[in-house]
């Protein structure tokens, strides 16, 4: 069965230290892996698309990585601007994502 | 350049009242969804839509109905509402084509059911 699992649910961050969010997938036959960032109340906004092993994408603090069952999204030098929750998907099939639960993300001044 | 526009953004409803969600979008988009999001349990698919009058069932389907008569537009139906399908709903859309993977969301919908 295909799943998503993203790790850990919540994290809190001083302002300036470095970490990196886990989602791991079981896929036959992966489209796609995602990163969206969603802040509250709001909808889900598309970070990066990663397709194959060893792709690796940045944009700002942000750089997402993928390997054969895990992608991982490393935030450098967080601002609290970045507080958000960061979603994974992958895409299963023609039409279907698959979405983890997400992970949520404080970064304190 | 409005992308994917939901309304209402809140609603509460009385048990065994019925809606409808709309979704428009301005991208030309060919495949339209509606997910459900709920504490704990992420993104879960209800309907979606490959093309102008075309509709199938995901993940969470029951208690909803849904029409696409027109390509900018997908609608979103509750029958007769229960406490169960209090939760935030969002439309998405993306093109056609196996490089146009990316999904645009709307900003959401929430749904409280009494």
């Known amino acids: 069965e295909d799943q998503v699992t993203q790790s850990p649910e919540a994290l809190r961050l001083q302002e300036g230290e470095s970490s990196s969010l886990n989602c791991s997938y079981t896929?036959?036959?992966?489209?796609?892996l995602f990163w969206y960032r969603q802040d509250p109340g709001k909808g889900p906004e598309f970070l990066f698309t990663?397709?194959?092993a060893g792709e690796e994408k940045e944009k700002e603090r942000l750089k997402a990585t993928l390997t054969k069952k895990e992608s991982f999204l490393h935030i450098t030098a967080p601002k609290p601007e970045d507080s958000a929750t960061y979603l994974c998907?992958?895409?299963?099939?023609?039409?279907?994502?698959?979405f983890g639960t997400g992970t949520r993300l404080k970064v304190l001044a | 350049n409005a992308g994917v526009t939901q309304t209402p953004k809140f609603r509460v409803l009385k048990t065994g009242q019925s809606m409808t969600l709309l979704c428009a979008q301005d991208?030309?988009?060919?495949?339209m969804y509606w997910y459900r999001q709920d504490p704990g349990m992420g993104l879960r698919l209800i309907h979606y839509?490959?093309?102008?009058?075309?509709?199938a069932k995901g993940e969470v389907p029951d208690g909803y109905n849904v029409s696409r008569l027109k390509k900018q537009n997908f609608l979103l139906g509750l029958e007769s509402a229960a406490p169960s399908q209090t939760s935030v709903y969002f439309c998405?859309?993306?093109?056609?084509?196996?490089?146009?993977?990316?999904?645009?969301f709307g900003a959401g919908s929430r749904l409280t059911v009494l």
């Open positions: 998405a859309s993306r093109l056609d084509g196996s490089g146009a993977n990316v999904l645009t």
């Open positions: 896929v036959s036959g992966l489209r796609g």
């Open positions: 990663l397709y194959s």
């Open positions: 998907a992958f895409r299963s099939g023609t039409y279907k994502y698959i």
């Open positions: 991208m030309n988009h060919e495949y």
């Open positions: 839509s490959v093309g102008e009058g075309t509709t």
